[in-house]
């Protein structure tokens, strides 16, 4: 019995870092739970003042018809990347360094930069994580905007950073002067995620720009860019390009949505060669990469089709939503990614158990004082399920 209670709790507490406002299972587990990971009095997680999420206990007993809580890619993986993923199995028996190399010199074409500016992680949660500990284990502050996701800056915590939270702007784009002015002595990082989780709204491309241009020479600017692909117009600007002159950025990205892979775990950063360097510390440099997956996300980036019809899917999905929840009076933030957010006049608490009810998984937060909803897009038939499920609590 107590093992099935540890793999519950496991299992939520993981589920709790997919997607959303990340938590490290092992960090709320174990022994650094005093800190970062705290539980308000109504048994709320507490990010900031600002910013709490709710959980249900029980979730992993939801029987979740629409899985619409880790912002995955309902669609993958691409065929050709399962057909990879077959066809490489038979090599399993060998490190994956050749196959590496390949995909390092892909993504470093793509991304416009050399091989020695990238670093390659089993999902990027795992560069973020990184990232953190190289750079806080010796104290110092991290600037973000709150809300934001949270996995960095949890792991920055619990070794000892102070976070500086900047609310987001009315518009929920990044508060940039405020975060420059919050930026001090003590400061090793800045945070910034574009588009912004969970808020899905985007900071503008040229504003942004100047940023990280400016404020990288005075300290490092962590770019997650997990849902830029899903972005549209002309605000979807990456911030890589900054590496050709030699700013301080670190862009983060991730196989897990464009490209349908979350369960495969392939992630990576692009950074100064001397920004690696440093990260190299604590890592393998790729070895926690299976020969499969590394097969998978080759083939994943040659597969242009299966990226385009992702985006159109979503973009009917998101278009569909927007409709159904304007004539149910809800008022979303508008959506540069695969996932939207909007405020619920019901206790997040109440209105995650009703959903789980009907079979509907989503995430639930208490930000600036109003509960909200946030809810991954899914395929049309599951954001149907969840549209009837709304108007059923509703
Ligand atoms: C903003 C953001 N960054 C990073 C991640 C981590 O993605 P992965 O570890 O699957 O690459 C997520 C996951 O949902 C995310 O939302």
């Not at 939801?62 to 199995?89: C, D, H, M, R, W």
């Not at 899917?313 to 278009?319: A, R």
Request: aromatic share 8%; net charge neutral; charged share 25%.
């Amino acid at each position: 019995m107590k093992n099935v209670m540890d793999r519950r709790g496991m299992l939520r507490n993981g589920l709790l870092s997919l997607g959303g406002m990340a938590l490290a299972p092992h960090l709320v587990n174990g022994a650094s739970m005093n800190k970062p990971f705290k539980l308000d009095s109504k048994n709320r997680l507490y990010y900031s003042e600002l910013n709490r999420e709710y959980f249900l206990e029980n979730y992993d007993e939801v029987k979740a018809f629409a899985k619409l809580n880790a912002n995955e890619n309902p669609y993958g993986p691409p065929t050709s990347a399962q057909k990879a993923i077959i066809e490489s199995v038979t090599g399993g028996n060998r490190y994956a360094w050749k196959e590496l190399y390949t995909l390092v010199d892909k993504i470093a074409k793509k991304e416009n930069v050399t091989a020695k500016h990238l670093m390659m992680g089993p999902g990027s949660s795992d560069l973020l994580e990184k990232v953190a500990i190289v750079l806080f284990m010796n104290g110092g502050n991290i600037v973000s905007a709150d809300p934001t996701y949270m996995s960095l800056i949890r792991v920055a915590e619990s070794v000892g950073a102070k976070w500086k939270a900047v609310p987001c702007k009315g518009d929920w784009a990044h508060d940039l002067s405020a975060m420059e002015n919050a930026i001090d002595s003590e400061t090793k990082l800045v945070y910034i995620c574009n588009p912004n989780n969970p808020t899905g709204a985007m900071t503008p491309a040229k504003e942004l720009m100047d940023f990280c241009s400016r404020v990288s020479e005075k300290v490092p600017i962590f770019i997650d860019e997990a849902y830029m692909e899903l972005a549209y117009g002309p605000q979807a600007v990456s911030m890589v390009s900054l590496l050709n002159e030699k700013k301080n950025v670190i862009v983060a990205r991730t196989f897990s949505k464009i490209m349908g892979m979350a369960g495969l775990r392939i992630g990576y950063i692009a950074a100064l060669p001397e920004f690696i360097d440093k990260i190299s510390v604590v890592t393998r440099g790729g070895m926690g990469i299976s020969l499969t997956s590394v097969h998978a996300a080759i083939a994943a980036m040659d597969d242009s089709g299966f990226q385009d019809m992702t985006k159109t899917k979503n973009d009917e999905v998101k278009t569909y939503l927007v409709s159904e929840l304007a004539k149910m009076g809800y008022d979303p933030i508008p959506s540069y990614t695969n996932f939207m957010i909007f405020p619920i006049s019901m206790p997040g608490k109440e209105f995650l158990g009703k959903m789980q009810d009907q079979g509907v998984g989503v995430r639930a937060f208490k930000i600036m004082d109003k509960d909200w909803c946030r809810v991954s897009l899914g395929t049309m038939d599951e954001i149907k399920l969840f549209v009837s499920a709304l108007k059923g609590i509703s």
